[in-house]
């Protein structure tokens, strides 16, 4: 048997950990070759394509990024996309594809098997961790540490200058990464796309931290949008699932912020280095397991079978779930969280 792999949509620390389990347990149990597909599906579309073996996957384990690329490719709005893939697997005598990505790269694997009768198995990956098929994964976990850091740093700057900092975060349409480094990091306030927020009580939070004789920082995720107003948008290009660029929430906060209060305010983006960098021991840990179980899935013939973590038990699910919807945050959680605001 000969597997493809391939690591779609934007990246995120643990995809070579995955690629490295899948490759080492699938050589030395069930004597399988690989293939690795360059950038995502773009790889199968085009023929791109180099050879995954032992060699290549050694000392990847820490390593952050893909050893493939990535993109965000969509096969479907490529003209005869499907039949380029088809072609390309059989060039390169691949019998199973690996996807290793999030809704976008799954969702592509989910319609080339229901629809095309393509054997893929579905390895779930973002760091925004709005999966709703997974209880976490991968990469959330490094992401949610960088941002931590970050904000520590950021405390002691914002102290010395007694000035609000505002730290913008990942988080498209769920607001994982800013609950859970704004909880860890001690923000004044979290903003997050799923609680659409009114300026004026962020800038109350902001005066009442002030009155206590310390400096606030608020952090946001890309997507939180204020109450009366729509999401900010770094320009108007669409990537080919469609998906608009963000970021940009956080400089025009700091500036709503300056104007009322008086204070002075600045932005941090934290952007791609939440991406960036050596998977936390978590990441290796969940990546490694997805990775193991993703194997065991092909050698099963369970296509169109994605791999989620449920408690603690690495399980199956149908690869469609991962399309499903978002996992967002629940108000009730927010609200536990806000207790620490102001
Ligand atoms: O989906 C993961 C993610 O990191 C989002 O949080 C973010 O909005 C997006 O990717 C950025 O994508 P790109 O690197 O393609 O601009």
Known sequence: MRVGVLTGGGDCPGLNAVMRAVVRKGVQEYDYRFT?????????????????DIPAVRGTLPRGGTILGSSRTNPFSVENGVRLIEENLAKFEVDALIAIGGEDTLGVA?????EHGLRCVGVPKTIDNDLCATDYTFGFDTAVHVATEAIDRLHTTAESHMRVLVVEVMGRH???IALHSGLAGGANCILIPEQPFDVERVCDYVESRFKASYAPIVVVAEGAVPRDGTMVLKDDSLDSFGHVRLSGVGEWL??????????????TVLGHTQRGG?????????????????????????WGSMVALRGTEVVRVPLAEATDGIKTVPPELYQEVSVFFG
């Open 174 to 176: 769920a607001g994982w």
């Open 278 to 302: 050596t998977p936390s021991a978590f990441d290796r840990w969940l990546a490694t397991r997805f990775g193991l179980h993703a194997i065991e899935a092909v050698h099963d013939q369970a």
């Open 36 to 52: 690795g597909f360059r950038d995502g599906w773009r790889g199968p579309l085009e023929g791109d394509a180099v050879q995954l």
């Open 254 to 267: 700091a500036k709503e912020i300056e104007q009322r209060t008086g204070k002075e305010a600045r932005t």
């Open 110 to 114: 989910a319609r080339l098997t229901e």
